[in-house]
């Protein structure tokens, strides 16, 4: 009597618990590598209020303003570039002007309550303005939704009618980023779903929430163009506040007569005299610092830039947009995961003859590893079976192309089987586990075995 011992519980080993670990960590790390990569790109492609060359007049990259001062000039309106905020708010004092301010938050803290204090009848223009400026104008507007991207829309959008002229006269506009909220009972005309307002205030205050209707890049856009020059256009005269940077502290002076006035601070900011008139102050080099008190000969107060000369740059940078460069990068980094994932090269395998000669038992050990490495039991069922017929086909007197229905008879008649069961050993389907793979072996070799020793069919090298 044969005693039956059950077999101990397979074990999964700890290499195939890793790789299935790894098989989530993968994709979920690609997955937040291309999402750290979106985030990158979108921040390099929007533009930055502090950066050289942001919405001034003088400057002809995609972020600055050339193409509006052009079409404003176009128009009949003065445009005047002042790159200090004082200087600035006094050019606009000799009567009704606009005051466009394209960087609100680069404007210092102690300066941004002076920017309303404009004659009567002017207008003051404010690009994507913080909290922190609204507050410090006292104005009675608050950010509401922050968009991911500048969207192009009607004035009326929000199914609210828009009642600023302008805005109606543009239509659609790409202003829908920022949007500013104003409290119940405030007589704030509102256009492209906030993204647009205006408050009748001390002065009054346009306030848009996105940069691209006045930009280069954008301004032929839908209706920008219209919008651009409708909001600074008009028969009042444009001062074009061009900041490099944030502005400096402004200092009092000690005027003996009159209230105190301006003085200049380190970095240029402007002056008055007792009497109000434009003071000395500047860069270094202009008015106060310069023997007499003059200007040069030629200097209208702009700085280097005022030639609209812009830094060289490459110009295969400017050949493609920004979006094509981030999708390469995108691309590199995904090819390059790959190849490190496969830890291969890409493409098929080329055979290369072996510098050494291997053992037949280090192959077959190193293939199984391969297979089992890589969970292919197809691949090594189908191996062991063409084994097993070649091995069987010369033993039959059965030519290679024999067959297999015809085969698995032969087979099973000698080996007193079933033809199915023969059928199913030497083309069924793939084993499901491991196990199932090892029974096949068995099997497989236990026909072969039993077949080759059959006597009625000797080969080479067996007693006759």
Not at 9 to 20: E, F, L, N, Y
Not at 289 to 314: C, I, L
Request: net charge neutral; aromatic share 4%.
């Amino acid at each position: 009597m044969t005693a039956t011992v059950a077999a101990p519980p397979a074990v999964q080993p700890p290499h195939r618990r890793a790789r299935r670990r790894h098989r989530m960590l993968i994709p979920l790390g690609l997955a937040l590598l291309l999402i750290v990569a979106t985030l990158v790109a979108h921040a390099v492609d929007q533009p930055d209020p502090a950066d050289r060359g942001f919405l001034s007049p003088v400057a002809t990259g995609d972020d600055g303003g050339s193409r509006l001062a052009e079409a404003l000039r176009g128009q009949g309106v003065t445009v005047r570039r002042e790159t200090d905020t004082l200087r600035a708010l006094l050019a606009a004092r000799p009567g009704p002007a606009t005051l466009f301010v394209p960087a609100p938050d680069l404007v210092h803290p102690d300066t941004v309550t002076a920017l309303d204090d404009l004659p009567a009848g002017s207008r003051l223009v404010l690009v994507d303005p913080s909290r922190r400026v609204l507050a410090g104008l006292g104005l009675p507007l608050t950010p509401d939704d922050r968009r991911w991207a500048t969207r192009a829309t009607s004035p009326d959008a929000d199914d609210r009618p828009c009642a600023l002229p302008e805005a109606a006269r543009a239509g659609t506009a790409a202003a829908d980023r920022q949007r500013y909220a104003a409290p119940a009972g405030q007589s704030a005309t509102r256009c492209y779903a906030g993204g647009l307002v205006r408050v009748p205030w001390r002065t009054e205050v346009v306030v848009i929430g996105a940069s691209d209707p006045f930009r280069n890049d954008r301004i032929d856009e839908y209706g920008n163009r219209a919008l651009a020059t409708g909001l600074l256009g008009g028969p009042r005269p444009l001062v074009w506040l061009d900041l490099d940077g944030p502005a400096p502290a402004p200092t009092f002076g000690d005027g003996t007569e009159g209230p105190p006035a301006w003085s200049p601070s380190p970095g240029g900011s402007a002056g008055t005299t007792g009497d109000g008139q434009p003071g000395s102050g500047g860069r270094p080099g202009q008015g106060a610092d310069r023997p007499g008190g003059g200007q040069r000969e030629g200097d209208d107060g702009a700085d280097d830039r005022a030639d609209g000369r812009q830094p060289q740059q490459n110009p295969l940078w400017a050949a493609f947009p920004v979006w094509f460069w981030a999708l390469l990068v995108q691309l590199a980094l995904a090819g390059l995961l790959v190849v490190l994932w496969r830890a291969r090269r890409l493409g098929p395998p080329v055979p290369e003859p072996l510098p050494v000669t291997v053992r037949s038992a280090e192959t077959v050990l190193g293939r199984a590893r391969l297979y089992r490495r890589a969970g292919a039991r197809g691949p090594a069922a189908e191996t062991l079976r063409a084994a097993a017929r070649d091995r069987l086909l010369p033993r039959l007197n059965l030519p290679p192309d024999t067959p297999s229905d015809e085969v698995a008879a032969r087979v099973a008649a000698l080996a007193g089987l079933d033809p199915d069961r023969a059928a199913d050993l030497l083309h069924g389907d793939e084993p499901a586990t491991d196990r199932e793979l090892l029974e096949l072996a068995r099997e497989l070799d236990r026909l072969t075995r039993t077949v080759a020793t059959r006597p009625d069919h000797p080969n080479e090298g067996d007693t006759r």
